[in-house]
Each structure stands twice: as structure tokens, then as C-alpha cells.
């Protein structure tokens, strides 16, 4: 479980000297710790989830993704592992993909949905995604982050990299985005 967002923003206050607002209201801070959370699960990929919800429609080839998805980790299809394909490759085996039927070995994913070669050819399959996630947005500092309480170093790093680039604080935002990139490579 992740810190509270006026945690982070406080110590982001110590980071750019601003104990208390001057020029950086909460609202501004606020959007810089949800910024700050959305670059650290990009870069990280923190965020995992499984989604067990769909099952096989017999003659459905798509299958939309979660809400949340970010990425694909791996997919089973009835619990065997599906392997991901392209069109390249699909193109050169010379597939025809909507006429073909039975149990999916590979899919490939085209604008937030699963495609799986071939067809299902069964209803009542499971298809169980595992998947890197986005963070809930955050608006408000009461919230909880979603990422780990590790990150809030580089969390706090990210959200003073923001406000000191706003301030025209080239240098000291150039140090504490290389602070936040040294503390993610560890």
C-alpha cells in the first residue's frame, strides 16, 4: 500500500523550499504526485492485476481488455498459455484469421482488445488476463497512492522535477529528475 498524497506533497514542499504555499497550491501538487505516480508505474510496471472476469464465446475471435490495462504479462486461454503473434507473422503463414476455428494458440492485441487465432470454436472457456495496470487517477490529497511506499522518494523526486521546471528552475529540476531516474534503476 502506498503513502497518503499530502505526505508526498509535503516532503516535496521541503524538496523545492516551499514549507508553505507560495506559489505551488495544493491542486498544482496534487497533479504533479499523480503525474509522479503515473511516470514510476510506466517505468516500473508496479502494478499488476488479473482479470478472470471473460470466458469464451464460441465464434467471438475479440475480447475487450481491462479498463485498467496498461500491458500484457501473459495470457491463458483455459489454462494454457497463449503466445502472442503479430500481423507480420500472421501475413507470412498465410492465416486467414476469420476463418479459422478451434482452440486459440496465439493472439495479437489491436486497440485495447485480444484477438485470438484461431476463433474459439467453445463457449465457457476462461480467459484469464495478467496485466500492469495504470494507477487510479488522483485528485484529491487525502487519497492513497497505489504504488508501494518504496517509491516515495522517487515519487516526492518527480513532483519537485515538475514544480521547479514550472518555476524556471532548469538546474535543480535537471538534478532531482536524475535523482528520481538513479533511485529507479537500483
Known sequence: MGSLVSTIIS?????????????????????????????????????????????????????????????????LYDGKKVSKTDFIEIDETGIDETDYSGTPKSYYLWNDTIYFIPI????????????????????????????????DDVLVAYMAYLALIKDGEEQKADYQMQECNSKLAL
Not at 507560495?22 to 488479473?50: G, M, P, S, W
Not at 482479470?51 to 475479440?62: E, F, L, M, P
Open 120 to 151: 474459439p470454436n467453445v463457449t465457457g472457456d476462461l480467459i484469464k488476463i495478467f496485466y500492469y495496470k495504470t494507477p487510479i487517477a488522483i485528485t484529491l490529497s487525502t487519497q492513497t497512492l497505489e504504488v508501494n511506499t518504496f517509491y
Open 11 to 75: 516532503s516535496g514542499r521541503l524538496r523545492i523550499n516551499e514549507a508553505s504555499v507560495k506559489f505551488h497550491t495544493d491542486a498544482n501538487l496534487v497533479t504533479y504526485c499523480n503525474e509522479a505516480q503515473k511516470y514510476v508505474v510506466r517505468e516500473t510496471k508496479c502494478l499488476e492485476a488479473i482479470d478472470t472476469s471473460k470466458t469464451s464465446t464460441s465464434g467471438t475471435q475479440s475480447y475487450a481488455l481491462p479498463s485498467d490495462f496498461y500491458a500484457l504479462k501473459r495470457l
